[in-house]
């Protein structure tokens, strides 16, 4: 079965370095997301994307963040400046359709910013 | 604001028992609700989505029902085992128009089925 994949699986950076993760959707889908869970804390909605701009984002998707699909495959997340506060598990997740579609998750970038 | 509600955030249950969990949301229309199963350091799974004009859906030991009056959702896993032991994650969409709408998940219920 098609699944979501996700590089690195873990990350570690320092305050202030920019980061860029990874994300392969499954191919025939048309809708990409990221999702972040703080340790301990609820899966939280960043940002969605369709045709090639950001369709939704959160309060949390400010200035710092940033999502790019470079060519037919793959979707990234940036962060350029990191904060402590940014340390979380960060998930992508593609679907076929609008949101009444099922999402399917990829096993997350655990991101730790020290 | 929007507000989701899942009953409890851990729940033990007898192998061969069935696991009742409970989602309730507030200052929500939503025009279906979405359950995922979250294992320790994966992403969510999908498991079943439900319609706000249905009731109650079935897959394999699993139903869900949706009282759209009460503002809840209830999930059952029948003859409950050991491997269903995970964290159950209710999610519904965030605004009731189309697009790429992102979902707004629950805090998640751990159920630990013991044998």
């Known amino acids: 079965e098609p699944e979501v994949t996700q590089t690195p699986s873990h990350q570690v950076t320092q305050m202030g370095q920019e980061v860029i993760l990874h994300c392969v959707p499954i191919s025939n889908h048309l809708y990409f997301y990221w999702y972040r869970q703080i340790l301990g804390q609820k899966v939280e909605f960043l940002v969605s994307?369709?045709?090639?701009?950001?369709?939704?984002k959160s309060e949390i998707f400010d200035d710092q963040f940033s999502v790019e699909r470079p060519d037919g495959s793959n979707f990234t997340l940036k962060i350029r400046s990191t904060k402590l506060e940014d340390s979380a598990m960060y998930f992508c997740?593609?679907?076929?359709?609008?949101?009444?579609?099922?999402?399917?998750f990829g096993n997350g970038t655990r991101l730790t910013v020290t | 604001s929007q507000k989701i509600e899942q009953n409890s955030e851990a729940l033990n249950i007898q192998e061969g028992k069935t696991a009742t969990l409970t989602c309730n949301y507030t200052?929500?229309?939503?025009?279906?609700l979405q359950w995922y199963r979250q294992d320790p350091g994966r992403g969510p799974v999908f498991l079943l989505l439900i319609r706000e004009n249905e009731k109650e859906k079935r897959k394999e030991r699993l139903k869900v029902t949706f009282d759209t009056t009460l503002k809840q959702s209830l999930f059952h896993i029948t003859a409950s085992q050991p491997a269903d032991s995970a964290t159950y994650l209710c999610?519904?969409?965030?605004?009731?128009?189309?697009?790429?709408?992102?979902?707004?998940f629950g805090k998640g219920t751990h159920l630990i089925i013991q044998p």
């Open positions: 997740a593609s679907g076929t359709g609008t949101g009444s579609s099922p999402l399917h």
């Open positions: 999610a519904l969409d965030s605004y009731s128009g189309g697009g790429a709408d992102g979902l707004t």
């Open positions: 200052n929500y229309s939503p025009a279906y």
């Open positions: 994307f369709y045709n090639n701009e950001i369709s939704e």
